[in-house]
C-alpha cells in the first residue's frame, strides 16, 4: 500500500507515524519536483545518482504546478498508481 504525506506547513504538527520502510528497493521510484527554482537541477542530479546505485529500479520524474499548493489529486494519484516510493524535494 503506497501512503503519500502532505508536507504541508502547520502552525500545530500533527504528529504522524512515519510510513514502514520497505527492506529493499525494487520497482518503480518517483521523483516529485515541487517546482521551487533549480529543484529541477537537485532531482536531475540525484536521479544520475540513483540510476547508479539502483540499477533495477525505474526512475519516474513528476511536477508540481506550483510550490505554494498541495499536489493536485490526479497528480498524487498517478504516483501512487505508478510508483512505489516518492522522493520530492525542493531547493531555491
Known sequence: MTQI???T???API???LAPRPAALA???A????SKPRGDVFLAR???RLRERLPGVAIKSYRKPTYTKPAPDALRQQIAAEAG???EA???
Do not use: Q
Not at 31 to 34: S, V, Y
Open 5 to 7: 504525506i502532505d508536507p
Open 9 to 11: 506547513d502547520e502552525r
Open 15 to 17: 504528529r504522524r507515524a
Open 27 to 29: 520497482g518503480t521510484l
Open 31 to 34: 521523483l516529485l519536483d515541487i
Open 46 to 48: 540525484l536521479s544520475e
Open 85 to 87: 516510493f516518492v522522493i
Open 90 to 92: 525542493l531547493a531555491d
